[in-house]
């Protein structure tokens, strides 16, 4: 089967340039990477990045290492057309916002030919790698690799080395309402106790009870079971209660039953 990732030879070149100093360059077998400094002023943000949460107290403390050390490993950017800016942002994003909060005008950088689904990856691959993103982000990043680079869940699996089964655990959290999402994405709610609610048909309003009562996931799994328990019962006795109307209709209305028997194989057939 052919590789469906384009990374190669390209990202283990790039992994190698790491921690090096502006003007040392890198001949590749396709193009020459060199490590130089860019404007900050042409740079801008990659609307497809993972992460979507940068806390200033994590920024605050990277640009006061900025400002005593400077900039020690180049951030990853690709030349773009029709932008406000010349360049877009691979891999770096919080080196990038944290040099402009340390007053910088430019910033080292390597600048590569990337289309959008490596630069996809390896926006990816970095985050997962450190740990930068919150479980809402990462399951968007590996939801939007499915949709837009038309990848497969095993595909997924393989390019960050995780298993087929916590990337599907991950994307059951894609499926929860923005504001369960939101929770989620703040940190009040635990990812696991998300996927427990995923399969449930009130999440929102589990999620408020979890978190007002401090539910354990054990605690928050038998809730669910109650409630899909409560809800199958409920589904049963509204059938049931038709079908003595219908009976007591029979009764009544004996000539209007054929209409009456087709009606109701369409309420009952609904759950009604």
Request: charged share 25%.
């Amino acid at each position: 089967m052919a590789n469906k990732f384009g990374l190669g030879r390209g990202l283990a070149d790039l992994q190698a340039t790491r921690g090096t100093i502006p003007d040392i360059s890198l001949l590749t077998p396709s193009e020459r990477v060199v490590v130089k400094h860019i404007p900050l002023a042409q740079i801008g943000a990659n609307p497809d990045q993972p992460r979507k949460t940068f806390t200033e107290s994590e920024l605050s403390d990277l640009a006061a290492s900025i400002k005593e050390k400077g900039v020690l490993q180049p951030i990853l950017l690709r030349a773009v057309q029709g932008r406000p800016y010349l360049y877009e942002i691979v891999a770096g994003e919080r080196r990038y916002r944290a040099s402009k909060m340390a007053g910088l005008s430019e910033i080292p950088a390597l600048v590569k030919t990337i289309d959008d689904n490596n630069a996809m990856e390896i926006a990816l691959i970095e985050n997962v790698q450190r740990e930068n993103l919150n479980p809402i982000e990462e399951a968007n990043a590996y939801k939007n690799l499915m949709e837009c680079c038309d990848y497969e869940m095993a595909d997924v699996s393989r390019l960050i080395g995780k298993s087929d089964s916590y990337i599907r655990n991950m994307l059951r959290l894609t499926s929860l309402p923005d504001s369960v999402q939101n929770l989620v994405g703040q940190g009040e709610l635990s990812a696991s106790h998300a996927r427990t609610i995923a399969v449930a048909e009130n999440p929102e309003d589990l999620a408020h009870k979890i978190i007002a009562n401090k539910l354990s996931v054990a605690d928050t799994e038998r809730l669910v079971k109650m409630v899909h328990v409560h809800q199958v019962r409920k589904s049963i006795y509204l059938k049931q209660l038709m079908r003595k109307r219908f009976v007591i209709l029979k009764r009544k209305y004996p000539k209007y039953w054929v209409f009456l028997q087709k009606y109701r194989n369409v309420v009952v057939g609904q759950g009604i």
